[in-house]
């Protein structure tokens, strides 16, 4: 090591780290958008956000937040953990009204409590059941939690389908395990049993042993908790391999981006959604309409999430008059939004205590190439 | 050399300085950026050890961080202060480290590489499905941020400068061993085994300490991830890190002591200085490329041939001033 290293190895490290952020005071309300756009994430991430983004439009130009402009700036935690927690730091750093992000639980488990020491109310996609039971005020979802959507498909095993032995293909992280937990006790409750429990890996890309597992098992239905791009992989390698028994999922499997990639091999799959953009209601529908018009794609139902989270943001600060991130969270907690009154919540929607959300669901089924609504489940 | 002594140390001194004053009035987003770049100029710097010095690859960087972080997290959790649960997590990651270089004994370059490869998807596995000690795919949260007697490190600004006290000390270890005959003994080792061996030095006890040292950074790094992030994964040990660990070493300038502390620089400060672009992570992927194959030695490479060419024209300047 000569001294030249040294004086090289300062320069550099001086250069490098001398990055400040200038900051810049406008009358404007910050909603910063932190979501995955890059990564095992990008497709809920980048649809969490234009949904947002359709949101902030319509509100800026009927006249803003209680007289001010939302500002809506996108940050990409490249569905780590880590980056997330940072960009959350940062965010609040610049003056975060509300936090709209991010989707995945890994990610949100992580940085919620950075928000949360912070105080500052932060609308999640996650849907992972420790989310919201680890007793933080300022978290809330924007979808039902796994805890709340795995329960209303055990009605539909055990009464539909009439299912005595049941596999589960899940994803193998911490999203998947939540759904994973709730579903064996659910299934032990129900009495049926659960012949082949099958995990996978994110990003996982060959599904030929998963399946045969799951066809060896004699199963009488399988319980898919997949992640989008895995779900299209299950789907088509079931179809090579002459699956015929039911392929019932939680949300991702019969969604837009699904259906895109597994083409024919989503045909007849069904799932519970929480959210879903072909659900009979107009409302949803017109947004659906509107988003496809914007982005020149069909939306998943993380559009409809991260459009409601800012539309949210809105009423209930519009409800408490002023700019005030405690009294909102207070707000929150025991809220019911009536679509009746504030009609771009698209349905009514409730959020407890812990910040779960609450609202009527649909049943759905891959028909032609669309997602299609069979049935409606009450809010819970 | 004793004439170059005083300004090296003048140099560390102002750039100690540099780092005490650079967080003063800034958000805690970038102390905290601040924080992962000492955390990971630390594994990196361990990982220089094995690689760069002692010529030893490994793809298991960030399984040592796991263990380290793990064992803080787990011990602190368990209402241990973090100066008794951070030395367990370096020994044992020193321990372990110990017994992974076993198989570098007998197997070199892309065999190494893929048996310490194997090694990390193992801790990985470990870390997911063993959920009554390392929580499973739901890892471990709340972790408490180090207390030295009455002072609380829980602030963001008291964190990084407790994580500064901790690099400083473990890069001025480092410092030690790398001029020791156990650094000029690393560094015989990768220049040529055979011709070391037989000036009498002892390979196989030289090897296993490049790498049990070189995990024991890794170690100590994992120890401050821990309180730092306040959450820890089985994701964040995965195989993907040890690259990133890698990359760090690689891009800095293999095999010199300051260039992990730019690789890491490079790689966690870069991205973040360059996310106002749309297409950021395109721009600084190519210019990872563009370094590697335009300059091999890294940053460090492109800085010396920069002072070197410096000195060649201040000299030849010199020399036409003189008749």
């Not at chain 2, 037989?198 to 100590?220: K, V, Y």
Request: hydrophobic residues 50%; charged residues 15%; positive net charge.
């Amino acid at each position: 090591m000569s001294r030249r290293n040294f004086l090289t190895a300062a320069a550099f490290a001086v250069a490098a780290i001398g990055l400040g952020g200038a900051a810049r005071a406008a009358d404007v309300v910050k909603l910063p958008c932190v979501c995955e756009l890059s990564g095992a994430g990008a497709v809920s991430g980048t649809n969490y956000r234009d949904g947002a983004h359709i949101a902030v439009d319509e509100i800026n130009a009927a006249g803003g937040i209680l007289g001010k402009k939302i500002e809506m700036t996108d940050y990409d935690t490249q569905t780590d953990p880590m980056t997330s927690r940072a960009l959350i730091q940062k965010v609040i750093d610049d003056g975060a009204y509300v936090i709209i992000g991010t989707v995945y639980s890994g990610s949100t488990a992580v940085n919620m409590l950075v928000a949360q020491k912070a105080g500052v109310p932060q609308f999640t996609g996650a849907e992972a059941p420790d989310i919201t039971a680890k007793g933080n005020p300022y978290i809330f979802r924007t979808s039902s939690g796994a805890e709340k959507g795995v329960p209303a498909l055990t009605a539909y095993f055990k009464d539909t389908v009439k299912a005595k032995k049941i596999a589960i293909s899940w994803v193998n992280n911490d999203f998947g395990k939540g759904g994973h937990d709730v579903f064996l006790s659910e299934m032990k409750k129900a009495g049926i049993q659960v012949v082949a429990d099958v995990p996978s890996e994110q990003g996982q890309v060959d599904f030929s042993a998963d399946v045969s597992k799951i066809k060896q098992a004699g199963a009488d239905a399988v319980f898919v908790y997949l992640n989008e791009e895995e779900s299209a992989r299950i789907l088509k390698e079931a179809v090579k391999q002459g699956l015929k028994i039911p392929m019932v999922g939680e949300v991702t499997l019969t969604g837009q981006k699904v259906i895109d990639l597994a083409g024919g091999a989503a045909e007849g799959a069904l799932a519970h959604v929480g959210l879903a953009t072909s659900a009979p209601v107009p409302s949803i529908q017109a947004f659906a309409a509107n988003f496809k018009k914007i982005y020149k794609r069909d939306t998943d139902h993380n559009g409809i999430k991260g459009y409601i989270a800012v539309w949210a943001t809105k009423y209930v600060t519009e409800m408490i008059g002023k700019f005030d991130r405690k009294a909102f969270a207070d707000k929150m907690h025991g809220l019911t939004l009536d679509v009746a009154k504030y009609p771009h919540m698209l349905l009514t929607t409730s959020w407890d205590k812990t910040g779960e959300l609450s609202r009527e669901s649909f049943m759905t089924e891959v028909k032609g190439g669309k997602q299609v609504i069979t049935g409606t489940v009450p809010a819970n | 050399m004793s004439s170059r002594r005083p300004l090296a140390l003048i140099v560390a001194a102002v750039l100690l300085a540099v780092l005490l004053i650079l967080p003063v009035g800034h958000g805690s987003y970038f102390i905290y950026l601040l924080c992962s770049w000492l955390m990971f100029t630390i594994a990196a710097m361990g990982l220089n050890l094995t690689l760069g010095y002692a010529g030893r690859i490994s793809l298991a960087q960030a399984s040592f961080m796991g263990v380290g972080a793990y064992t803080t997290a787990i011990l602190t959790l368990h209402g241990w202060p973090w100066l008794a649960a951070a030395p367990v997590g370096v020994l044992l990651c020193f321990v372990v480290g110990l017994l992974l270089g076993f198989p570098a004994l007998r197997v070199r370059g892309h065999f190494l590489a893929f048996v310490t490869l194997a090694f990390n998807t193992l801790f990985f596995l470990v870390a997911r499905n063993e959920d009554w000690l390392t929580g499973g795919s739901y890892g471990l949260s709340d972790i408490p941020r180090p207390r030295i007697g009455p002072i609380s490190a829980d602030g963001q600004l008291a964190f990084y400068y407790f994580t500064l006290a901790v690099s400083a000390l473990a890069i001025l270890a480092l410092w030690g061993i790398v001029r020791s005959p156990w650094g000029r003994a690393f560094k015989a080792l990768r220049e040529n085994e055979v011709r070391a061996e037989s000036l009498g030095l002892d390979t196989r006890r030289i090897t296993l300490l490049a790498f049990a040292i070189g995990s024991a950074f890794g170690g100590l790094a994992g120890a401050i991830e821990a309180p730092l992030v306040q959450y820890i994964e089985p994701n964040s040990f995965a195989v993907g890190e040890s690259l990133k660990v890698l990359l760090m070493v690689v891009v800095g300038g293999l095999g010199d002591f300051w260039g992990p502390a730019l690789g890491a620089a490079m790689v966690v400060l870069l991205p973040e200085a360059l996310r106002g672009t749309r297409y950021y992570l395109i721009v600084y992927a190519l210019f990872v490329i563009a370094l590697m194959v335009l300059k091999p030695t890294g940053l460090m490479g492109i800085g010396k041939t920069f002072l070197a060419r410096l000195a060649k024209s201040r000299a030849a300047a010199a020399t036409e001033a003189k008749p």
